[in-house]
């Protein structure tokens, strides 16, 4: 029911920061456990980050302290602001929706969108 759009991506230096953009349509985000996910060509598909319904954060461990999830439920947005990009953090990312209670349990579809390419080359 809920449509993801990324959006954001784009060509970026080394060292370099970016912010993707996760809005939603179709319905409110308020009850959903949100996350973004990465895949490289080659590679399997990547938790990147994900937040809670109360705002509970984790990340992968390679990327905690470059990479902030967070979210504005009045904008219906999830946002992940990239700092200290490399370029192995040249990949499609991935917003995801999932419906959550409280901060461990997740129930029903899972909602994807389609994806914003991030390339970070010199």
């Known amino acids: 029911q809920v449509q993801l759009v990324e959006s954001g991506g784009g060509l970026v230096q080394p060292g370099g920061s970016l912010t993707l953009s996760c809005a939603a349509s179709?319905?409110?985000?308020?009850?959903?456990?949100m996350a973004w996910y990465r895949q490289a060509p080659g590679k399997q598909r990547e938790l990147v980050a994900r937040i809670t319904t109360g705002g509970s954060t984790n990340y992968a461990d390679s990327l905690k302290g470059r990479f902030t999830i967070s979210r504005v439920d009045a904008e219906n947005a999830v946002y992940l602001r990239m700092d200290n990009l490399e370029p192995d953090d040249t990949a499609v990312y991935y917003c995801?929706?999932?419906?959550?209670?409280?901060?461990?349990?997740?129930?029903?579809?899972?909602?994807w969108g389609q994806g914003t390419q991030v390339t970070v080359s010199s």
């Open positions: 995801k929706a999932r419906r959550g209670l409280g901060a461990n349990l997740s129930y029903g579809p899972e909602y």
């Open positions: 179709g319905s409110a985000l308020s009850t959903y456990h």
